[in-house]
DNA sequence: TGGTATAATGGAAGCGGTTCCATATGGAAC
DNA sequence: GTTCCATATGGAACCGCTTCCATTATACCA
C-alpha cells in the first residue's frame, strides 16, 4: 500500500492539515515543520492520491478531447499541439477517436454529463444547436478547434480565405480554367472546411469575372487515391483545367498521381495548390494554403483552461492566421519526374 | 450542482446502500425498490460521480498510454487499436506523446507512481532494466506494445522474420545487389524494429550465400525525405542495387521518388520492398511486409486489462503475425511514371 | 405458535485528500 | 504581569461513492 497523508502526518509528527499546507505551500507553516514534513515526504516516498484530491476539489483535472479520424494528418496535428499544450498543465487528455457519426452521438451525449472531465475540446466537429444546449445544461465549458458555433468559444481560420486565395494565385498566373476538388461539401460529420474553401473559390474566380464551371468542382470521400480518381476525370473532360486546387494536401498528392500518369507536367500543363501545408508537401513542392494545426490545438487548450477557471461572458472567436506557400507545384521549376 | 447518491436515496425513500446495490446491480434488490430507485434517478438525472467511484473502490479505471511520434503512421494506426479497445472498456485513456528523450524519461519516472493509473501501456519503447525495476517497485502493470523486456509483458512482431521474409522476396525475384535502407541501427529511444530488420535482411543474405556490403546499408534519421537522399546516395554507386529494401513504407517512398528521379522504373530497374503497409502503400502499389497496427493495439489492451484483474506469474510474450504483401514495386507491372 | 433461515434494507465507516475552525504559542504593548 | 493579536497547528467535517454489518421483514417448518 502506498503512504498516505497521515502516514505522513505520524511519521513528521504533525497533523495532517499540516502536511497539506506544506504539498500545497500555501499558508504559512514554520520552516522548521515544514522541513519535518518534507523529510517524511522523502523518507516514505509519499506520492499524493490525485483520485482524492479530485474528490476534496470537485475538479476533475481531465480534459476530454474528440476528434475525428485522428490517423489523418490535419487532425493528429492538432491534437500534438493540445497533447504539448496538456502536458505543461495539471490536466490530464482523455482521448476520443471518432470514426463513426454513432460515436460521435455517443460522446457528444455521454461525455459533458458524465462528471469526468472539467471542460471538452471538440476537434473539427461541430454540435447541434441541440448538442450545444445539452452542453450549456451539462455546465461544462467547450472549446471548439476548427469548427464553429455561435454560442461556443471556437479556434478556428479563415476557409473562405484560404480558398480564396489559393485560388486567385493560381488566377494572377494567367489560369482561367481551374477546378476545385475536395470532400462532399456536406457530410455526416458536418466537416465544413470542403465548403468554406469551395466558397472561397467562388468567391475569387467571381471577382475576376471567371464563369464557374460546374464540372470543374469534383469531390469525393477524403483520400489520396479517392482524390486521384477524381482528378483523372478532371483531365479527360474535353476541355480539362490547366490548374487544380485541392481542399487538402492529400487530395493535391493524388492528383499530383494522376496528372504525371497522363505524361504531363506540374505546373508547366497543369498547376496544382493543396491546402494544410502537411510534412510531405513541402518535400513534394507543393504549393499549399499552411494552416498552424500545432498552435491550434495549443491554442485551443489556452481558450479552454482560462473557460475553466474564469467563465467567459461571451463565447471567444479567435482565428489563427493562414499563408499561401508557393512552391514548385505553381511556380518555377517542374516536380518529377520532369526536375532534376 | 448534480444530485449525488443521497439526493436519489431522498427521493426514492431508501438507503444510499440501496441506490449503490441499484447501480450496480449487484446484491438482491426486490424488484419493486429498485423500480423506485429507477424512477428517482430518472427524475433527478443522476449520474454518479467516478471520481468518488474511484476512491472508494481504489482504481482509477484509467490506463496511461505512452508513444512516441504519435504522428507516423505505425504509431498512430497502433494507438487507434489501444483507443477503439478503450473505448469498448470502462477505462479512461490518458495520452503521452513522446518527443524527446527527456519526456519519455519522465513518463517512465513520474507515472508509474504517479497513482493516476491502474496500467501502463508503452508503445514502441523499451525501458530499461532500471525503468522496469521501477515500474515493478510501483507495484503498476506495464505491457509494451511493439518493443520488448523480458520482465514484461509485451505484443511484438518478429521483426527479424519481416526483414528475412523481404529480404529473402528479392533473392527468389533474383536479385543479389540489394540495399537496406532505415533508421540508424541505434538510437537515444532505442527503437529496435530498424535493427531486427536489418538482421533479418543479413539472415536471408548468409542463407543464399550473398555477401553482405557494407555500402548497400545506408541509414538516417526518419523521414521520407531523409530516406530519397540515402536512395540517391546508393543509386550513385559505382555498382547501385538492383533492389532495395526499406525498413518503413513511408521510407520506401522516399526511395521511390530517387529512384523516379534517376528515370528508373519501378521494379524493372530497381525492385522496392518497404514495410507496415501502411495506407498509401496499397495505393502506390508497393511490396511490403503488413502489419497488425490495429490489432496490436487492441491485443496490447487485453493483455493490460487482463493484468490488472488477475496479475499474471509470468510476463505475457505475445507475438502477431505478420505477412508479406506483393504488389507491383517488385512484380507485374512496372509503377508510375511508367505504369499505365 | 415459536423458532430459524433467508432476503431486503439502512446506515456507518472508510477511501485519501482539503479546509475551516478552534486552540496553542509567543512576543509586543501597556 | 496581564492583555491582545498574529502565527502555527491539530483535527473534524466533508467531497460522493462502496461495502460491511446489523436489523427488520418474510417465509417456512416443526
Redesign the interface.
Known amino acids: 500500500m502506498?503512504p498516505t497523508i497521515y502516514d505522513v502526518a505520524r511519521y513528521a509528527g504533525v497533523g495532517v492539515g499540516t502536511v497539506s499546507r506544506v504539498l500545497n505551500n500555501s499558508s504559512r507553516v514554520s520552516e522548521a515543520t515544514r522541513q519535518k514534513v518534507l523529510d517524511a515526504i522523502e523518507a516514505l516516498?509519499y506520492?499524493?492520491?490525485?483520485?482524492?484530491q479530485?474528490?476534496s476539489l470537485r475538479r476533475?483535472f481531465?480534459v476530454g478531447v474528440i476528434t475525428p479520424f485522428?490517423?489523418r494528418?490535419a487532425f493528429?496535428?492538432r491534437?500534438?499541439g493540445v497533447?504539448?499544450a496538456l502536458?505543461e498543465s495539471e490536466y490530464?487528455?482523455?482521448?476520443?477517436?471518432v470514426e463513426t457519426t454513432d460515436?460521435r452521438d455517443a460522446c457528444f451525449r455521454e461525455l459533458p454529463?458524465?462528471?469526468?472531465f472539467d471542460g471538452l475540446l471538440i476537434i473539427a466537429l461541430p454540435p447541434t444547436d441541440e448538442d450545444v444546449a445539452h452542453f450549456h445544461q451539462a455546465g461544462i465549458p467547450v472549446v471548439l478547434i476548427d469548427a464553429y458555433h455561435p454560442a461556443l468559444s471556437h479556434v478556428v481560420i479563415d476557409d473562405v480565405k484560404g480558398g480564396y486565395m489559393a485560388t486567385k494565385h493560381l488566377i494572377e498566373l494567367g489560369h482561367t480554367r481551374i477546378a476545385y476538388i475536395s470532400d462532399p461539401l456536406e457530410s455526416p460529420f458536418r466537416f465544413t472546411s470542403s465548403l468554406h474553401r469551395y466558397q472561397g473559390y467562388r468567391q475569387a474566380l467571381d471577382e475576376a469575372g471567371i464563369p464557374f464551371r460546374p464540372e470543374y468542382h469534383r469531390w469525393a470521400e477524403h483520400g489520396?487515391?479517392q482524390a486521384?480518381d477524381l482528378a483523372r476525370h478532371l483531365l479527360d473532360l474535353a476541355e480539362p483545367p490547366t490548374a487544380i486546387f485541392a481542399a487538402s494536401d492529400t487530395q493535391a498528392i493524388g492528383a499530383m498521381?494522376a496528372i504525371?500518369?497522363r505524361?504531363l507536367r506540374v505546373p508547366q500543363d497543369v498547376a496544382l495548390v493543396g491546402y494544410d501545408d502537411i510534412?510531405?508537401s513541402h518535400?513534394l513542392g507543393l504549393t499549399t494554403v499552411r494552416q498552424p494545426f500545432f498552435e491550434t490545438g495549443v491554442k485551443g487548450v489556452e481558450v479552454l483552461l482560462q473557460a475553466i477557471d474564469y467563465p467567459p461572458g461571451e463565447p471567444l472567436h479567435i482565428e489563427l492566421p493562414i499563408e499561401l506557400v508557393c512552391r514548385r507545384s505553381t511556380v518555377g521549376g517542374a516536380i518529377?519526374?520532369e526536375?532534376?
Chains 1, 2 share one sequence.
Open positions: 502506498s516516498d506520492h499524493p492520491n490525485p483520485i482524492a479530485r474528490l476533475t481531465t485522428f490517423t494528418p493528429v496535428g491534437l500534438r497533447e504539448a502536458t490530464d487528455l482523455v482521448l476520443y477517436n460515436k454529463t458524465s462528471q469526468r489520396e487515391e486521384r498521381e504525371r500518369e505524361g510534412e510531405v518535400y518529377p519526374p526536375n532534376d
